[in-house]
């Protein structure tokens, strides 16, 4: 009786591009797969997708985390909300950065 192989392993010595190679032949991973492989694991890729989003919200401007992320102008605003982002702060660290030479490798040289 022949052993059973789990679907894809034939491709595991098969040379790619991706991170994350998928099941047929230069195609990468579907998000679900991932999602199913990871959350078998006991890692919830959602949470983990919101706490970045949260703490990304609560450091930069709303429009910034739309365009970095591609999400929506709306999602980001809302995502700012909860976590009670000020992007005030973020537009005088910013300035400060600008009016101050840089100073942070000053020590290595």
């Known amino acids: 009786m022949a052993t059973r192989r789990p679907p ?3 491709l595991v010595k098969v040379p790619s591009d991706w991170l994350f ?5 230069r195609q ?3 998000e679900e797969s991932l ?3 990871l959350r078998t694991l006991g890692i919830r890729p959602a949470q983990g997708r919101k706490t970045g989003l ?14 970095m992320l591609g999400i929506h102008i709306k999602s980001a605003i ?3 909300k909860l976590s009670a982002g000020d992007w005030a702060t973020y537009a005088a660290e ?6 101050e030479p840089d100073t942070a ?4 040289e």
């Open 8 to 10: 894809g392993s034939v």
């Open 21 to 25: 190679p998928g099941r047929w032949p």
């Open 28 to 30: 990468p991973l579907s």
């Open 35 to 37: 999602a199913r492989r």
């Open 54 to 67: 949260f703490a990304l919200a609560a450091e930069i401007p709303a429009a910034i985390l739309a365009k």
């Open 78 to 80: 809302q995502w700012q």
């Open 94 to 99: 910013v300035s400060q950065r600008n009016a």
């Open 105 to 108: 490798f000053q020590q290595f």
